[in-house]
């Protein structure tokens, strides 16, 4: 028979064994709710978006070429999401309208620095991209243009890079046929003040090349795209020169409408047209008086790579147009560039350096370059409209 002081000591044992295991259990359980919390913080972190920027005229005569731009960023936006992000951290896509005008470019990327984005995709014309290279730079933001090709934007160290060629590639290529292809001898030009650091030097570089080749520029003449614009006018001007050809360096409708009132003269001299206004407008608002014009660019819209391919058909699935333009197709294509970099490289403080390290990239219908200055190396092409389509002339 057990005595009460045995009962006791059991009972003390018992009690003190008790307290014990709970502080165990309860220290255990703290420990795993900030290993669970913890792990979640760091998984939160790990998951937190790469924001980052689009910027372009989203309204406005020349809002074809950023509405494409950023229907093609959206895309490769969405791709790369779909697949699971970049090492699990997927990509917010915040978009800003710069109105082709400068103070709302400069407001806009100012927002977008202030929310935090890691890169700018933009701006689609050189005005835009020049305009806001001092506060790029200042707060040494990567801004990566898909078609901003202005030559005075090249061989500089700074935080403005493209996926696309400096310009005068392409007017060296257009000045040669006009001359050697076309037989073109007096050509008259006119071009768009709105975009002026573009368009009037890609003017001066073609009339570089065709003068030395032996040809003439007859005559020169300027407008301000809007909606006062006389294109009447602007036709009858420029014939009184008599030329044999003229070059237009505008975008997409204001191309267009020049070409209708020449075309409404009676005259059938040979158009030369910029990059600028190689968009489905062109074909829209032109019609019969586009059909034969010729231009150059780099990219050719008929190739049968199959990434090019693939592309065609996701863009006009997911935004049933009549399909994509060269600016939707840097637009994805710099997406991508910030993909490869981030993939080598997370931080995004070493974005550019990351960038300029890789050098080349793969673009969707074969590599191209980004040279030390982020200035891009493509091959490029002759073009011309016909059965109103973007054809190529010369491989």
Request: proline share 4%; hydrophobic share 45%.
């Amino acid at each position: 028979m057990e005595t009460p002081g045995f009962v006791c000591g059991i009972k003390e044992h018992l009690k003190v064994f008790l307290i014990r295991w709970r502080i165990r259990a309860l220290t255990v359980l703290a420990i795993s709710c900030a290993a669970l919390f913890w792990a979640g913080v760091i998984g939160a972190a790990d998951n937190n978006p790469y924001r980052i920027g689009f910027v372009g005229g989203l309204t406005g005569r020349s809002s074809d070429l950023g509405i494409q731009g950023r229907n093609g960023v959206m895309l490769a936006v969405e791709e790369i999401n779909q697949r699971g992000g970049i090492d699990g951290r997927p990509l917010q896509l915040i978009t800003k309208d710069d109105r082709q005008d400068s103070q709302a470019a400069l407001k806009v990327d100012q927002e977008m620095i202030d929310e935090g984005v890691i890169a700018i995709i933009g701006h689609m014309t050189s005005d835009m991209s020049e305009t806001v290279l001092p506060l790029i730079n200042a707060r040494k933001v990567l801004m990566i243009s898909p078609t901003s090709s202005a030559n005075n934007l090249t061989g500089i160290d700074d935080y403005f890079l493209r996926v696309v060629n400096p310009s005068i590639l392409l007017t060296d290529l257009e000045a040669n046929h006009a001359f050697k292809v076309a037989n073109l001898r007096r050509v008259a030009a006119i071009y768009d003040l709105s975009n002026r650091i573009y368009s009037q030097e890609y003017v001066a570089n073609f009339k570089l090349v065709f003068e030395r080749l032996g040809g003439e520029i007859v005559s020169t003449d300027t407008f301000t795209a809007g909606p006062d614009v006389s294109f009447k006018n602007l036709a009858e001007v420029v014939l009184r020169a008599k030329p044999d050809g003229l070059l237009i360096a505008a975008g997409a409708i204001d191309t267009a409408m020049i070409c209708q009132h020449v075309r409404m003269s009676g005259s059938k001299i040979p158009i030369l047209m910029s990059g600028w206004a190689q968009t489905p407008d062109l074909l829209r608002h032109g019609g019969p008086a586009v059909e034969g014009v010729i231009g150059t660019m780099y990219r050719d819209l008929d190739s049968v790579a199959k990434p090019f391919a693939a592309f065609k058909d996701k863009f006009q699935a997911r935004f049933g147009s009549e399909g994509p333009t060269f600016a939707a197709l840097f637009g994805y294509e710099a997406v991508m560039v910030l993909k490869d970099a981030l993939s080598r490289n997370p931080d995004p403080q070493q974005l550019k350096e990351t960038i300029l390290k890789l050098k080349t990239f793969q673009g969707l219908d074969g590599p191209f370059e980004i040279d030390a200055f982020g200035d891009a190396k493509r091959s490029a092409y002759v073009i011309t409209v016909s059965h109103n389509r973007f054809k190529i002339v010369t491989p």
